[in-house]
């Protein structure tokens, strides 16, 4: 399957708009997102358009690298997530 570029949106405040910081390759979707820690967190979702997942990941922003994190103990997807 093709992966494709996904990019991650920063609001600029000071030109009131939606700017292009980064693209990234992920095939996942209906995924819940969270900031924590200059990190964004990716839990759940699909993958491969089929298959519910139990997956949490992780993408550090200074890195731009991936770290998949303990699994949930239930598949999830279009769910929502907060930071408590």
Partial sequence: MLQKLKPILRY???LNKWQKCS???????SYAVF???????????????VQRNN?????????FKWQKMSEM???RDDL?????
């Fill in 12 to 14: 600029n405040m000071s």
């Fill in 23 to 29: 693209e990234f390759k992920f095939i996942d979707y």
């Fill in 35 to 49: 900031y924590h820690k200059n990190c964004l967190l990716f839990v759940g979702g699909r993958s491969r358009g």
């Fill in 55 to 63: 997956t949490i990941k992780r993408l550090d922003l200074q890195t």
């Fill in 73 to 75: 103990s239930q598949r």
């Fill in 80 to 84: 929502s997530a907060v930071m408590l």
